[in-house]
């Protein structure tokens, strides 16, 4: 399966920041995810990231907010701007081969806004 | 829109002890993915069920899928130590391997 990479693995930011997670990907992945995970819950996934066009948003989520690109079928990077204490979450980078393949996930970013 | 619930969310067993995870999801799919997830850790892929009947075993860990009732459940057998940790199901919206994940199961095996 596909090693993912994640960076950075935790960060501390103060309000009104923001900060850029990077996702590194060994081989060439179709498809690419970023899912949140708030403190003790389940992951909600924000967006697809698509390969050299806009990335596809999930219902709460927005482009202004998350920002995300996608230069290659390897490197992806969400950003999460303007930050408040309700952004501290696990942010999860994954990925798929195919259509039926499980995901696999990078080890996260956990970011705490303070 | 999708929801998918499990059952029980906390789960404290004996070792030794057999139990099962339920997993109901609220529209049609037949994809649905395991996953367990270990404190501060990401998450590993278990199982992958991909049709009606489907039934995967590892270890002490069966999981099975049944579309017709969207259900699927994780049983557990003579449970040890080592499978404490929350464990998540995944069902496939249809859409490109877009994921809806269930609430998750914390289970906790004491000796």
């Known amino acids: 399966s596909a090693v993912i990479s994640q960076k950075p693995s935790r960060d501390i930011c103060q309000r009104g920041t923001s900060l850029t997670i990077q996702c590194q990907v060994d081989?060439?992945?179709?498809?690419m995810f970023w899912y949140r995970q708030q403190p003790g819950q389940s992951l909600t996934l924000i967006a697809t990231a698509n390969q050299g066009s806009e990335a596809t948003y999930e219902s709460g989520f927005v482009i202004d907010k998350f920002p995300i690109s996608r230069p290659n079928l390897t490197f992806s990077t969400l950003t999460v701007s303007n930050m408040s204490p309700e952004d501290s979450s696990i942010y999860l980078c994954?990925?798929?081969?195919?259509?039926?393949?499980?995901?696999?996930f990078g080890n996260g970013t956990r970011l705490t806004v303070t | 829109e999708l929801k998918v619930e499990q059952n029980p969310l906390f789960l404290s067993m004996q070792e030794g002890k057999n139990y099962t995870i339920y997993c109901n999801y609220s529209?049609?799919?037949?994809?649905l993915y395991w996953y367990r997830q270990d404190p501060g850790k990401s998450l590993e892929s278990l199982f992958v069920l991909l049709s009606n009947g489907a039934v995967k075993q590892e270890g002490r860990l069966m999981a099975s899928l049944d579309t017709k009732a969207r259900l699927s459940t994780l049983h557990i057998t003579a449970a040890v130590h080592d499978l404490s940790a929350t464990y998540f199901c995944?069902?496939?919206?249809?859409?490109?391997?877009?994921?809806?994940f269930g609430t998750g199961t914390r289970l906790q095996v004491t000796l």
């Open positions: 529209t049609t799919s037949d994809r």
């Open positions: 081989s060439q992945v179709t498809m």
């Open positions: 994954s990925v798929a081969a195919s259509g039926v393949s499980p995901l696999h």
């Open positions: 995944a069902v496939d919206t249809g859409t490109a391997s877009k994921l809806t």
